[in-house]
């Protein structure tokens, strides 16, 4: 599909969560290592359920300012006894609670990223906190020109502060800026906010149990298989 | 000279201004391309000297959170009348407000981070903002793990909010950080913190006509010739 796009893009400012890295597959194979007893898979998909609703509680401001590391820690608490590890000592609590610090990258992410690094400035604009990315692209090798994430902004998306902030910190206007993410309601908001926006298809963030639609959106600036082929869309 | 490290830094964050790069052998062979009747070591120690006062605005509540780059550019439109170049547009300030983002890496800095980034996180922690550091670091190819700017605290250096905040970022004790700079008021300044310091000797920083002093405190932990030999004196 030979896409017009109204100017190319500056930035690109890249979703992490699902679009670079496969939470689900990290989540399973490390509790297929550490629990084999448990089914990883439900693990997996439960500690994920209640990422939205913690970063609403903050939202609403019933928490104060909290990393996704803390959320993602409590989610943990309230989940582990519905999987009979109510007992984990909180060394292994914490431990475990850095598999996001870990997730692999999706098989096109490394060669996806450093082709597109070369044209453009590429920056995640993620809710996982600096720490987080920062670990995770040194573990994985994600070689990102900058870190930028919810806590820069004290707001976690789909908060308009964050996708316009993104803008601002490179002092350009949002038209050239451009969000990369799996998932439309991201893309959406950035999309209000004036951004371009791209969607990649990652039929598998769920895992094979749980195929996810990935249809078109016509509102997209782009739409990519994976980061490849976006590469090969901004040539 | 062995060093006995307190515990071997996880992180290690880098002032930038002076340490990693040359401002003013930057400024000067800008200046000497585009304006060569003007004296261009006078020209970058005017726009550098007024970098202090201008932070100290901000940080006074005098003017509200401000860039540097705006700072940049107030301190720009304020000198450039002394040098005879009142009459320049704004169109071409704005680009040569830029050359901060432009500036030009010391000889040792990118074999020397390289080294370090190697057992070491290798992070900003400058005043520069985010979108100026991150444009510098691609320009220079700075191959930082992190680009963590003033910015993200809305606080200048020296206050301790900037040094602590790079900690707890990373989710480390102070004393798991070491900042490297070339600039002993910074370090004392994170050290105050709890922070480990690291001097970097850069005697021509403003100019062969200005050597600086770089003689070694004790208070630091280490003391460097550059960043090749810190990286040497941390393996």
């Known amino acids: 599909m030979a896409a017009v796009l109204p100017t190319p893009p500056r930035v690109l400012l890249f979703d992490v969560f699902g679009t670079v890295v496969d939470w689900h597959g ?3 194979a490390e509790m297929a290592h550490l629990y084999p007893e448990v089914d990883g898979d439900a693990f997996a998909v439960a500690w994920r359920e209640g990422y939205r609703p ?6 609403s401001g019933e ?3 909290t990393k996704v590391d803390d959320l993602h820690r409590m989610i943990l608490d309230d989940i582990l006894p519905r999987f009979g590890l109510e007992s984990m000592p909180s060394t292994e609590r914490r431990e475990l609670n850095r598999v996001w610090h870990r997730l692999a990258p999706w098989p096109d992410a490394i060669e996806g990223l450093s082709l597109l690094k070369r044209r453009h400035t590429i920056c995640t604009l993620s809710n996982g906190n600096i720490g987080l990315l920062t670990n995770m692209a040194k573990q994985a090798g994600l070689p990102w020109d900058c870190v930028l994430s919810a806590e820069v902004f004290r707001a976690y998306k789909p908060d308009p502060v964050v996708y316009r902030g993104a803008a601002e910190v490179f002092d350009l206007a949002p038209s050239d800026v451009m969000l990369v993410a799996a998932h439309q309601d991201d893309l959406a908001a950035a999309r ?20 996810k639609a990935v249809s078109p959106d016509p509102a997209n600036t782009l739409h990519a298989s994976d980061l490849m082929d976006l590469a090969n869309q901004l040539q």
């Open 192 to 211: 209000a906010c004036g951004l371009q926006t791209a969607y990649i298809e990652r039929p598998l963030e769920f895992g094979s149990r749980r195929p």
């Open 54 to 59: 913690a970063m609403a509680r903050v939202t």
């Open 63 to 65: 928490l104060g300012w």
């Open 26 to 28: 990290s989540i399973v």
